[in-house]
């Protein structure tokens, strides 16, 4: 059977011709695949290494050797077989060509095909130009998450990615589960009623800024992905596998953030999400014409959500995966599924070791006295 994401991830991508746009070249040079052996079992595996990733793990996935960026191939596979007869897939997609729905839905799509049925439960759909950008280009809403050569605050004094690139970082891995998630929730109702999602990323942003010390009158910005594919009027076809995501920006002063309630951090994470609309997106990709407009890294946490993309149930023929997670850890946060917890979300983000600590206390400080005793469990 063929999956025919095929045209796009086994080829190549270049600047197109007018050096304006990256574009797929599909010439059939093929992906990566790649073997591999070690001598270990899953739960040994596991045991030693798991839940925070590690220099080793770069083992788990071939080096391709480049020039740049343009000479990676944009699917690089290794599957490394262990001695208990499971195997560690380890994956890299480019962003370029896909997002996280759709990297989820090629590999569930590749897990499809191990069955050997005859069709796709989603054939996907190739068409890019669904998110052209208006001719001219118009944009009509504000954008707080993005900054460009005009907008840079230049009175700002602290610039938070670069002071965390320029410090050795360590992994912090902590896991929610369903009861704490639970408690977390509580913390709101029933005034307000809030998603999981909208929950932990207000605390985990609380957190982050306490952990950090800030200064208190800082503004600053949490920054999360928002799936636009039934924003948009006419929604995107099913099968879209492109980047149909934009970022939504909440923003605070840390010292609202910090001494304040929950609730109304949680409320302008809600009032982020509900700006994203038709012409919110519209506006988005007209403003991203714009060579000069970047992501504001300097002042934001940035969350992106890998627990409801479903990589939990992937199974290609071995059975569901023990542990899922990326291959290394950046400063940027990411919340995790559980294997054996579907309700549970493990959070997951670098930064230098004592902030890690302090990290750490601040998310589980909302625990009473019962509960202290399960903080182990986060860690």
Not at 154 to 178: E, G, H, R, V, W
Not at 329 to 357: G, H, T, W
């Amino acid at each position: 059977m063929t999956i025919t994401f095929s045209d796009s991830l086994s080829s190549r991508i270049r600047v197109s011709d007018d050096g304006r746009k990256l574009e797929v070249d599909c010439n059939g040079e093929g992906a990566v695949f790649a073997e591999a052996f070690m001598d270990i079992t899953c739960q040994e595996f596991l045991d030693q290494h798991s839940p925070k990733p590690n220099k080793s793990w770069r083992k788990l996935l071939f080096k391709v050797q480049a020039q740049g960026f343009l000479d990676i191939p944009p699917l690089v596979l290794q599957v490394t077989y262990l001695r208990c007869g499971g195997m560690i897939l380890c994956s890299a997609i480019n962003h370029c060509i896909c997002d996280g729905i759709g990297t989820s839905q090629f590999l569930h799509a590749w897990a499809h095909a191990t069955t050997s049925q005859p069709h796709l439960p989603t054939r996907p759909f190739h068409s890019r130009h669904v998110l052209d950008p208006r001719n001219p280009p118009r944009v009509t809403h504000s954008h707080p998450g993005f900054t460009g050569t005009t907008t840079i605050d230049k009175n700002s004094t602290f610039d938070i990615c670069k002071y965390l690139q320029s410090q050795p970082l360590a992994p912090a891995t902590l896991t929610f589960s369903t009861s704490h998630l639970l408690r977390l929730k509580k913390t709101c109702a029933p005034s307000l009623k809030c998603t999981t999602f909208e929950v932990l990323a207000a605390h985990t942003w609380r957190s982050w800024a306490q952990s950090l010390e800030l200064p208190l009158t800082m503004l600053v910005k949490l920054l999360f992905s928002v799936n636009m594919r039934k924003k948009l009027n006419p929604e995107l076809p099913q099968g879209y596998y492109g980047n149909g995501f934009v970022l939504a920006c909440a923003e605070s002063k840390v010292h609202d953030l910090v001494d304040g309630n929950i609730y109304h951090v949680v409320k302008s994470i809600q009032e982020a999400k509900a700006r994203i609309t038709d012409e919110y997106v519209r506006s988005t990709i007209d403003l991203l014409q714009d060579k000069t407009v970047k992501t504001d890294v300097s002042s934001s946490l940035v969350i992106s959500e890998w627990a409801r993309l479903g990589l939990e149930e992937l199974d290609l023929g071995g059975g569901k995966p023990m542990y899922m997670g990326p291959l290394t850890s950046d400063i940027y946060c990411l919340f995790l599924p559980v294997a054996e917890d579907n309700d549970a979300i493990r959070v997951q983000m670098s930064l230098p070791e004592d902030v890690v600590k302090r990290l750490e206390y601040y998310m589980v400080k909302f625990l009473d006295g019962k509960d202290n005793e399960d903080e182990n469990s986060y860690v």
